[in-house]
């Protein structure tokens, strides 16, 4: 249940959340609010997924199966 409320983050801050941040001012970087707004969500959806993939207990199997068939 957590990982996939992680995984729908992205998804609601980008889509849902632009209608509340719909503003040109205030400057963040000297990029508008909405456009420093998408940036954030777009880096802040690659660190969710990485903490997804390492929650994810299928992919602790496959890591473990792999580490036995190594030598």
Known sequence: ML???LA???FVG???GITFVNRVEP??????FVLAWIVMW???SSIIMAIV???DPANRQLAADTAE???
């Open 3 to 5: 990982l996939r409320v």
């Open 8 to 10: 729908a983050l992205p």
């Open 14 to 16: 980008i889509l849902v």
């Open 27 to 32: 400057l963040v970087l000297g990029m508008p």
């Open 42 to 44: 777009v880096v802040l």
């Open 53 to 55: 993939y390492r929650l």
């Open 69 to 71: 068939v190594r030598p």
